[in-house]
T-cell receptor, first 118, second 110 residues
Framework: QVHLVQSGVEVKKPGASVKVSCKASENTFSNYYIHWVRQAPGQGLEYVGIINPAGGTNYAQNFQGRVTMTRDTSTSTVFMELSSLRSDDTAVYYCTREMTPTQYFDSWSQGTLVTVSS | QSALTQPPSASGTPGQRVTFSCSGSNSNIGSNPVSWYQQLPGAAPKLLIFGNNQRPSGVPDRFSGSKSDTSASLAISGLQSEDEADYYC???????????FGTGTKVTVL
């Protein structure tokens, strides 16, 4: 059962912004926290932040000031926008869900590759 | 943000038992449950263990987790070729108000 589906590949220039979408099933959108995690090529997982069902957000320190997470209730879609892109933001960005509050991620989306290159 | 520390690699022959660690601190593993994720080549991570030692339905009982103080461990018994993957631990960090992931362990089946 597919709970989360992300938008496609993005190629951006340094300094630009990218907005990645994550469409959730209705139950997921209403009842789960949605987290974002990224993985640079050949590297490990890095936590980006969370948006809860009420729209509240919390961002990891490394991304504060550059990341914004929002949600559109009409389409059950969550968005992650990252600004002032640098080459080291090149990564696969995953959305994943947490049944509140269980402290684990039980379903992951397929990921969106964001490439930052001049 | 600081990551949890895992050995970069672990290996074993088919049928063997492999165990590796995830080391953290009082603010993360020491006070919150640990989860483990398996990432097959080219795929998204998949939940393997939650709540330190609980397996979701569908995960073979060859996989087991444990936790003691500020460290956690994942064991794979009866190692199979399809277990070749990267494995990551994760926990909430109360000091950072953020989740932290382990550095990842690559398991190779010899």
């Amino acid at each position: 059962q597919v709970h989360l589906v992300q938008s496609g590949v993005e190629v951006k220039k340094p300094g630009a912004s990218v907005k990645v979408s994550c469409k959730a099933s209705e139950n997921t959108f209403s009842n789960y926290y949605i987290h974002w995690v990224r993985q640079a090529p050949g590297q490990g997982l890095e936590y980006v932040g969370i948006i809860n069902p009420a729209g509240g957000t919390n961002y990891a320190q490394n991304f504060q000031g550059r990341v914004t997470m929002t949600r559109d209730t009409s389409t059950s879609t969550v968005f992650m926008e990252l600004s002032s892109l640098r080459s080291d933001d090149t990564a696969v960005y995953y959305c994943t869900r947490e049944m509140t509050p269980t402290q684990y991620f039980d379903s992951w989306s397929q990921g969106t590759l964001v490439t930052v290159s001049s | 943000q600081s990551a949890l520390t895992q050995p970069p690699s672990a290996s074993g022959t088919p049928g063997q038992r492999v165990t590796f660690s995830c080391s953290g601190s009082n603010s993360n593993i020491g006070s919150n449950p640990v989860s483990w994720y398996q990432q097959l080549p080219g795929a998204a991570p998949k939940l393997l263990i939650f709540g330190n030692n609980q397996r979701p339905s569908g995960v073979p009982d060859r996989f087991s987790g444990s936790k003691s103080d500020t460290s956690a461990s994942l064991a794979i018994s009866g190692l199979q070729s399809e277990d070749e993957a990267d494995y990551y631990c994760a926990a909430w960090d109360g000091s950072l108000s953020s989740y932290v992931f382990g550095t990842g362990t690559k398991v190779t089946v010899l």
